[in-house]
């Protein structure tokens, strides 16, 4: 992988790409809200010799510091589609983490024919009518939230509630030690993405996913409601869902080579 960067007035975006054939699927992995690039780095390992790889630290993740927060989730989509273009990426198909699944659907709305394929990894859907006005609300008041939960609780709650493994615990450990000593900018990095997402569902978009789909999910996902949303936005939509008996949050951690088999099945279903 080849790390690269990519200017914006309000930061840089580092990213890393592996392309060895224009004309082929391009793998986009999007991590969480606070997770920066290694959060697949299990997914980089398998898929590498496979396909074209993608993957960045969002704004104001890992290496894309320092970063204005002046930026929504469009903004994110829009420098995505750059990036992309830049690298003459022609068929790509985002597999998005949690909020790297926000980022997608927000692709998908602003560029419904360039997206080849959509992979939610526990993630929910972003319209306006899975979420209610009191949930709405919450999430555009947790930056004091995270900003005097204690660092000790918080960093536990970030490393055992989102997985399940101790290789998944590891990882997310490490990216959570990121933030020690600077508790501040973890609240802004979290409370600015969930009022970002808060004001995406509010635009009550359409954000429908045009391009072939899957749903992935760990059966032991506490965070939020995604087990409750994914299994409502597999009802309404006939999105087909796959569940990871034991994972957590990130299932893609805990469950690595089963879901890496769920995406390469889903790939070879686009060639």
């Known amino acids: 992988m080849t790390e690269k960067i990519y200017k914006t007035s309000l930061g840089d975006i580092h990213y890393w790409v592996n392309i060895t054939d224009k004309n082929a699927l391009t793998l986009v992995f ?18 590498e010799d496979r396909y074209n ?27 995505l ?32 024919s360039k997206l080849k394929g959509f992979i939610s990894i526990d993630s929910a859907p972003l319209q306006r009518k899975y979420v209610t006005a009191a949930e709405i609300w ?3 008041k947790m930056e004091p939230v ?8 918080l ?7 989102v997985a399940t493994s101790p290789y998944g615990r ?27 997402l808060a004001e995406a569902m509010e635009k009550d978009l359409p954000y429908r996913i045009e391009c072939p789909a899957l749903l992935i999910c760990g059966e032991k996902d506490m965070a939020g409601s995604c087990i409750r949303y ?20 990130n299932s893609n951690t805990d469950s690595p080579q089963i879901v890496n088999n769920l995406i390469e099945k889903f790939l070879s279903r686009l060639n």
């Not at 999007?30 to 398998?46: M, S, V």
């Open 53 to 79: 790889i993608f993957v960045w630290d969002a704004p104001a993740h890992g290496a894309s510091w320092p970063f204005s927060f002046d930026f929504d989730l469009m903004d994110k989509a829009e420098w």
């Open 155 to 161: 960093l536990k709650w970030g490393t055992n509630g």
């Open 81 to 112: 589609d750059e990036i992309l273009t830049c690298e003459d990426i022609k068929y790509p198909v985002i597999a998005g983490q949690s909020m790297g699944g926000y980022v997608g659907q927000a692709y998908s709305q602003l560029y419904p």
């Open 138 to 140: 919450l999430l555009k």
């Open 230 to 249: 994914t299994k409502a936005w597999h009802r309404n939509t006939g999105i087909p869902a796959e569940w990871i008996k034991g994972a957590g949050h």
């Open 170 to 196: 590891k990882l997310m450990h490490e990216i959570m030690m990121t933030y020690d000593g600077d508790k501040k900018r973890y609240a802004k990095i979290s409370g600015h993405g969930m009022k970002m």
């Open 30 to 47: 999007l991590p969480g809200l606070t997770a920066d690039h290694r959060l697949f780095e299990k997914q980089i390992e398998y898929f």
């Open 146 to 153: 995270y900003y005097y939960w204690p660092w000790k609780s």
